[in-house]
């Protein structure tokens, strides 16, 4: 084997190997949201000056944005969590298709793309471990706003007719409401011609982020967080220095540390509204969690079962459903959750099984028999939330356990062994044989 082959190797093959069954205790600080991050950096394809993100989370996720971008052409510089972009020389209007297959929120170049140039090519996604994921809702909207889209050999064309090749506002009614499609649209309609509705728009708080730093940006945007949002297109938009906003979904896998190991912590910093239907389910199943303005404490004894099932936000999040099984693995009672958002995402079920859990399946629906104890055993992270699962069901088994599929993790947690282990767990990161 060449030297590069085991390189290669030792970095796409890591493991954490937990001890579990350890107490954890202190305070614990949330990164920036990956998801807001993302869509955030898309941004700096509508405007020639700098758009300066603080609070950017050292992820590879975010690394691969970066590469989508300066492929288009776009100057990025990191500075620690600070990220500097400039579009001032955007000079494709095509995203390779690597780059998309391997980041499929790259996806959504295309709107700032159309909105800047009048023209984008972009490979399609395709599916990923948690369902088939289609652009259906984008493509649609983007049509209502004017461009002409065909789909061809796997790649979506769009162009703008006409002189000035500029998007005209109108009229979309989202079928679902989906975060990307409306951040999409979004990003489409500011600098369009004239008044954009977003019916059944997506109403995640990573879309107000967005809508925040359009604003800043000159952009004039109503109704994020509503169902219904409206933008009246402005000609330009100008630079902006923005913070991204605590990830929720990192927050909340750290509230189900502190829960599966029966232990109290501090998160800071959290917007609590951004975890309500969380922070409930914690409640109900015995945790004690107060806020002081700035993070959130939680105190976990005993744990009893709830039945959740996933939807759009204010609903429950389908990205803290499989962190939220291994938890209920543990409670005491028979709990009932169901996923409705993505098709494919349980498949840490059997991994959790393999742990000792008791879990029967019905459709998209599982049915989860708290057990005494899970036992440590060597595990797969089938997707990023699946991976933090199996973390979290490490921390809380007898022994030993392997998770497997630490680069999905990388992709969505900054240094979470690192962060785990400062408040008492003990995980080390190892290269498997
Ligand atoms: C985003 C998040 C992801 C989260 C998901 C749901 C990012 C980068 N990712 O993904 O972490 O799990 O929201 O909260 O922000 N759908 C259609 N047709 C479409 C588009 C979507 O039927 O054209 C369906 C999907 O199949 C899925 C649902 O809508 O069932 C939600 O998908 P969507 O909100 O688009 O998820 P993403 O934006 O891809």
Same mark, same amino acid.
Request: hydrophobic fraction near 45%.
């Given at each position: 084997? *060449?030297?590069?082959?085991?390189?290669?190797?030792?970095?796409?093959? =890591?493991?954490?190997?937990?001890?579990?069954? %350890?107490?954890?205790?202190?305070?614990?600080?949330?990164?920036?949201?990956?998801?807001?991050?993302?869509? !955030?950096?898309? *941004?700096?394809?509508?405007?020639?000056?700098?758009?300066?993100?603080?609070?950017?989370?050292?992820?590879?996720?975010? *690394?691969?944005?970066?590469?989508? @971008?300066?492929?288009?052409?776009?100057?990025?510089? %990191?500075?620690?969590?600070?990220?500097?972009?400039?579009?001032?020389?955007? #000079?494709?209007?095509?995203?390779? &298709?690597?780059?998309?297959?391997?980041? %499929?929120? #790259?996806?959504?170049?295309?709107?700032?793309?159309?909105?800047?140039?009048?023209?984008?090519?972009?490979?399609? =996604?395709?599916?990923?471990?948690?369902?088939?994921? =289609?652009?259906?809702?984008?493509?649609?909207?983007?049509?209502?706003?004017?461009?002409?889209?065909?789909?061809?050999?796997?790649?979506?064309?769009?162009?703008?007719?006409?002189?000035?090749?500029?998007?005209?506002?109108?009229?979309?009614? !989202?079928? /679902?409401?989906?975060?990307?499609? *409306?951040?999409?649209?979004?990003?489409?309609?500011? @600098?369009?011609?004239?008044?954009?509705?977003?019916?059944?728009?997506?109403?995640? $708080?990573?879309? +107000?982020?967005?809508?925040?730093?359009?604003?800043?940006?000159?952009?004039?945007?109503?109704?994020?967080?509503?169902?219904?949002?409206?933008? +009246?297109?402005?000609?330009? !938009?100008?630079?902006?220095? &923005?913070?991204?906003?605590?990830?929720?979904?990192?927050?909340?896998?750290?509230?189900?540390?502190?829960?599966?190991?029966?232990?109290?912590?501090?998160?800071? $910093?959290?917007?609590?509204?951004? !975890?309500?239907?969380?922070?409930?389910?914690?409640?109900?199943?015995? /945790?004690?969690? #107060?806020?002081?303005?700035?993070?959130?404490?939680?105190?976990?004894?005993?744990?009893?079962?709830?039945?959740?099932?996933?939807?759009?936000?204010?609903?429950? =999040?389908?990205?803290?459903?499989?962190?939220?099984?291994?938890?209920?693995?543990?409670?005491?009672?028979?709990?009932?959750?169901?996923?409705?958002?993505?098709?494919?995402?349980?498949?840490?079920?059997?991994?959790?099984?393999?742990?000792?859990?008791?879990? %029967?399946?019905?459709?998209?629906?599982?049915?989860?028999?708290?057990?005494?104890?899970? #036992?440590?055993?060597?595990?797969?992270?089938?997707?990023?939330?699946?991976?933090?699962?199996? +973390?979290?069901?490490?921390?809380?088994?007898?022994?030993?356990?392997?998770?497997?599929?630490?680069? &999905?993790?990388?992709?969505? &947690?900054?240094?979470?062994?690192?962060?785990?282990?400062?408040?008492?767990?003990?995980?080390?990161?190892?290269?498997?044989?």
């Amino acid at each position: 084997m *060449t030297l590069a082959a085991v390189r290669s190797r030792v970095v796409l093959n =890591p493991q954490l190997e937990i001890a579990g069954g %350890r107490q954890l205790s202190g305070e614990l600080t949330v990164s920036g949201a990956k998801n807001s991050a993302l869509v !955030l950096m898309a *941004t700096c394809l509508l405007s020639r000056d700098t758009v300066r993100l603080r609070n950017v989370p050292p992820l590879t996720d975010i *690394t691969g944005m970066g590469e989508m @971008l300066s492929s288009l052409g776009a100057q990025v510089v %990191r500075k620690g969590d600070v990220l500097e972009l400039t579009g001032d020389r955007i #000079s494709s209007a095509a995203a390779p &298709y690597e780059l998309v297959n391997s980041l %499929r929120a #790259s996806f959504f170049c295309i709107g700032p793309l159309l909105a800047r140039m009048g023209m984008a090519r972009v490979p399609l =996604p395709g599916g990923c471990q948690i369902g088939t994921r =289609p652009v259906v809702e984008h493509v649609k909207g983007l049509k209502a706003l004017g461009a002409q889209v065909t789909i061809e050999h796997g790649v979506v064309n769009a162009v703008v007719p006409g002189r000035g090749h500029r998007l005209k506002g109108g009229r979309i009614h !989202l079928d /679902c409401p989906s975060v990307g499609a *409306t951040e999409t649209l979004m990003m489409a309609a500011v @600098l369009a011609d004239g008044e954009t509705v977003i019916d059944n728009a997506a109403q995640e $708080p990573e879309v +107000v982020d967005l809508a925040g730093l359009l604003i800043a940006m000159g952009a004039r945007v109503r109704g994020a967080g509503t169902p219904t949002i409206t933008i +009246v297109g402005v000609e330009r !938009l100008h630079g902006a220095d &923005y913070a991204v906003i605590p990830d929720r979904i990192e927050a909340g896998t750290l509230l189900l540390a502190a829960a599966i190991t029966r232990s109290n912590l501090r998160i800071t $910093p959290v917007i609590p509204e951004h !975890l309500g239907a969380v922070i409930t389910k914690l409640e109900e199943a015995g /945790c004690v969690i #107060s806020h002081d303005g700035i993070g959130l404490t939680i105190e976990a004894r005993q744990i009893n079962a709830v039945d959740l099932r996933t939807q759009p936000f204010p609903g429950f =999040p389908t990205d803290l459903q499989a962190p939220f099984m291994s938890l209920l693995a543990t409670a005491r009672g028979t709990s009932v959750i169901t996923e409705n958002i993505f098709e494919n995402r349980l498949q840490h079920v059997a991994e959790l099984q393999r742990m000792g859990a008791a879990i %029967r399946m019905q459709g998209n629906t599982a049915f989860v028999e708290g057990v005494p104890r899970l #036992s440590g055993a060597p595990v797969q992270g089938t997707d990023l939330r699946a991976a933090a699962a199996m +973390v979290l069901a490490g921390l809380a088994a007898d022994g030993i356990t392997t998770v497997s599929g630490i680069e &999905y993790l990388d992709r969505g &947690y900054a240094f979470l062994e690192e962060k785990l282990n400062a408040v008492g767990a003990l995980i080390r990161r190892v290269n498997a044989a």
